[in-house]
């Protein structure tokens, strides 16, 4: 059975870090992307990442960019992405989501986030105070 399991989420204060966790079982992360996305509520859901183990390559929205880095540990089957210098408009509800390579060139460098993604995960929770 495929699953997608997001954790690390909490609340913390503006100008802080976390560490989101994504773990992949059913599937390896050697044949699929893994892309994280937030939603808050009554806003639409909101590309933030995508990382490739196939080329090592990563993409950011715009909203990130600079302040959340992804990384992947394939033994562990395991994506994580540091969150620095959050703000409370970062506040959402995390997800991540698995899509195979051939499905994006075997690269995130022009992910779509729009693309559907094959597999989602259930979300987790991140709040930052002003």
């Known amino acids: 059975e495929v699953q997608l399991q997001a954790s690390g989420g909490g609340l913390v204060q503006a100008g802080g870090s976390l560490r989101l966790s994504c773990t992949a079982s059913?599937?390896?992360?050697?044949?699929?992307?893994i892309g994280w996305f937030r939603q808050a509520p009554g806003r639409e859901r909101e590309g933030v990442s995508c990382?490739?183990?196939?080329?090592?390559?990563?993409w950011y929205g715009d909203s990130v960019r600079g302040r959340f880095t992804a990384s992947t540990d394939n033994y562990k089957s395991t994506v994580y992405l540091q969150m620095n210098s959050l703000k409370p408009e970062d506040t959402a509800v995390y997800y991540c989501?698995?899509?195979?390579?051939?499905?994006?060139?075997?690269?995130?460098?022009?992910?779509?986030?729009?693309?559907?993604?094959?597999?989602w995960g259930k979300g987790t929770q991140v709040t930052v105070s002003s």
């Open positions: 989501a698995a899509i195979p390579f051939f499905r994006i060139g075997y690269s995130c460098a022009g992910f779509a986030p729009e693309r559907g993604m094959n597999y």
């Open positions: 059913g599937f390896t992360l050697d044949d699929y992307a």
């Open positions: 990382i490739s183990s196939s080329d090592g390559s990563t």
